[in-house]
């Protein structure tokens, strides 16, 4: 192993042209610069997308009474409603962790704030990952009491009805489709669990935090409905046992849900964590195809700019690269000499791009709210993307003068003034 | 008899540019022995350079072979000329040619990078002493003068302990006073035992050495031998 030091002469030479390295060290900076304002928000907001997705239950599968997605955007009524036998029917399929209907009974309204009354069961806790900030969930018998039992969502009982406490009773006034208009009928709820904050769920409007659970029997019972099966179902939540048999659980309840007459994509609509990741993930890998072009217009940028210098650099020192090869330098010592110097300058140009870069990251969520998906660990994960491109082709693009300086016969190199 | 160190057998150089072909130097033979003092001279376009530089391996003769330890240097890849320069030959240039980023002492360490003989780093500072330059080790190229930047550059082709030491006109550049000093120097190291090819136009020196070779036309026209 030769000696490293010969690399001292390298690193000297970045301080003798400094007007010309302080523009290559620039282009550095703004592609650090650019790289991670471009890429790093777009990261962060992935990111924020999988992991609210991730966070919204367990291995879930979700199916809503109705074409929830249809081409149009508006909800279609379906011909044929999910209901509780619907539930007692996959609660029976392979690889089913467990099952929960959801019941939109009403809303109750507070100032310009609504809050859903949602009927299920004592399963919803697992699959939809609620955690209980105090007291329990609710059961999965009726509670035959002239109170409904009922959980608080986060920001019921932080604001709409601030101060409540487990163990309290209140009486609200719940508003409740009747025919084609609404009526508002006085509820009495007794409160048995306070519900900790959860991330929104893309794409769905219910807000987790502003809703009020209750057991589905209880609601059926306050409503007076008889045939607990001829009650229209919103929803029914499936957890998988694994994430692995999300795929295979969900054509399961495709196909059981054939048989019993309904048509997919008309009667309901079934969507899987795993499928809703898959769709972000396939949106968000088109965007990086865009953001590509962009990103590779940025390198060009500071590989040119070190090509050219590199050019310039070697061309100045024509008679001392022959002068060194007199002392005994090989063609091998110019060209890693050339590239270290070469590398240093691109690395001072990184260092000051990552410290500039995380300083502005951070500026920028004062003004701006979606940067707030911006964390440290997705800076860190921008820079590990970018910081390896940007070195990797500032020592492939001074590769080439890198090459012509070793090439330079000294004999020839020495008569050159 | 004297050991001899490199010999040239029947060397041609010739340079083919667009127009024209130079025949640079001229079915040279020459023999270069143990503690000789060779000097060089001829007029400007002679073939001085281009000899030193064929001796020195920094170029390759067109014909003929340069012999050294029974190895001819022309048959030697890139990696071992490399090797031989930067163990074997020392270059003083007219131009002195030190590096301008590097101070004194890094310019004298400088073919130490290159070789893998170790050197003493105390082997920097008595060779700085010998050319008198200890108190500016500190000071770039550019902050000495014509024949102090000489001194770094003999200092540095001395600290591999060069087997032959080549000067292409070291004192060409300096004033008359800067180059007694520098000749000093050049003859202290004559009587220390080194072997120097040296191309001059000083007739000063030519009564110290022990040879002189006349060239013109990239041919040895005339030999003396003291
Ligand atoms: N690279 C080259 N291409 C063409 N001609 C050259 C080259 N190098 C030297 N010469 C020619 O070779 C001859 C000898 O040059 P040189 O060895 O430098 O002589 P000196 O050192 O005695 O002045 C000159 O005519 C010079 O023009
Ligand atoms: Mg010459």
Redesign the pocket.
């Known amino acids: 192993m030769r000696s490293l030091s010969k690399y001292r002469i390298s690193i000297s030479n970045i301080r003798r042209n400094k007007l010309r390295n302080s523009m290559v060290i620039l282009s550095f900076i703004l592609a650090v610069l650019l790289g991670s304002i471009i890429l790093g928000p777009v990261y962060g907001i992935q990111n924020y997308y999988v992991k609210t997705v991730n966070e919204a239950g367990f291995n879930v599968i979700a199916i809503f009474s109705g074409n929830f997605a249809s081409s149009s955007g508006s909800f279609v009524p379906p011909t044929k409603y999910l209901n509780i036998s619907t539930v007692s029917y996959i609660e029976k399929l392979e690889n089913v962790y467990a099952v929960a209907p959801v019941f939109l009974a009403g809303y109750f309204v507070f100032g310009n704030k609504s809050a859903y009354l949602v009927g299920t069961n004592s399963q919803m806790k697992q699959i939809a990952t609620l955690d209980i900030f105090k007291g329990n969930f609710v059961g999965d018998s009726p509670s035959n009491s002239q109170f409904i039992k009922v959980d608080l969502g986060y920001n019921v009982w932080n604001y709409l009805l601030k101060g409540i406490d487990v163990n309290q009773t209140v009486s609200l006034s719940l508003i409740i489709p009747y025919g084609y208009s609404y009526k508002t009928v006085d509820i009495s709820l007794k409160v048995i669990g306070l519900l900790k904050e959860r991330p929104k769920i893309p794409s769905i409007n219910v807000d987790p935090n502003n809703i009020i659970i209750a057991n589905i029997y209880d609601v059926f019972n306050f409503l007076n409905f008889t045939n607990y099966n001829l009650v229209p179902l919103d929803a029914i939540f499936v957890s998988a046992k694994d994430f692995n048999s999300i795929d295979s659980l969900e054509s399961n309840i495709i196909a059981t849900l054939k048989n019993l007459g309904f048509t997919k994509d008309k009667d309901y609509s079934i969507i899987s964590q795993k499928d809703a990741l898959y769709y972000i993930n396939n949106v968000f890998s088109q965007f990086y195809r865009f953001l590509n072009i962009i990103w590779a217009a940025i390198l060009s940028i500071s590989s040119l700019s070190i090509l050219i210098v590199m050019f310039i650099t070697v061309r100045e020192r024509y008679k001392e690269i022959g002068t060194l090869r007199a002392i005994g330098a090989r063609k091998i010592d110019v060209l890693t000499m050339i590239l270290v110097e070469a590398f240093v300058l691109s690395l001072i140009g990184v260092v000051i791009g990552m410290v500039l870069g995380y300083i502005i990251l951070n500026m920028l969520k004062f003004y701006y709210a979606f940067m707030q998906t911006v964390t440290d660990s997705i800076i860190i994960l921008t820079y590990s993307v970018i910081v390896p491109e940007i070195l990797v082709s500032s020592i492939v693009f001074s590769l080439y003068p890198a090459y012509i300086a070793s090439k330079v016969a000294p ?2 190199a020495l ?1 050159y003034e | 008899m004297k050991k001899v160190i490199i010999e040239l057998k029947n060397v041609y150089k010739e ?1 083919v ?1 667009n127009y024209t072909k ?1 025949l ?1 130097l001229n079915d040279i033979n020459l023999k270069i022995y143990e503690n000789d003092f060779i000097a060089v001279v ?10 030193l530089n064929i001796i020195g391996a920094l170029d390759k003769p067109t014909k003929g072979k340069v012999i050294f330890k029974e190895q001819d240097l022309t048959e030697l890849s890139d990696k071992e000329l490399s090797k031989y320069r930067a163990e074997n030959v020392g270059f003083v240039f007219q131009t002195f040619n030190l590096i301008p980023s590097l101070n004194v002492l890094e310019n004298v360490k400088l073919p130490s990078y290159f070789s893998s003989k170790k050197i003493h780093e105390k082997k920097f500072y008595e060779i700085l002493d010998l050319v008198g330059l200890k108190e500016r080790i500190f000071h770039k190229p550019l902050q000495l003068s014509g024949g102090e930047q000489q001194k770094v550059a003999i200092a540095r082709a001395l600290i591999n302990d060069p087997v032959i030491i080549l000067a ?1 006109e070291p004192t060409g550049n300096l004033d008359s006073k800067s180059a007694e000093s520098i000749l000093r120097i050049f003859l202290t190291l004559k009587e220390s035992g080194k072997t120097i090819v040296m ?1 001059t136009h000083n007739l000063r020196l030519l009564d110290h050495v022990t040879r002189i070779i006349y ?1 013109q036309d ?1 041919a040895i026209i005339n030999e003396v031998i003291k």
């Open positions: 004999s020839v008569r | 340079y540019t130079v640079a001829g007029p400007s376009g002679s073939g001085k350079t281009t000899l292409d191309a060239l990239g």
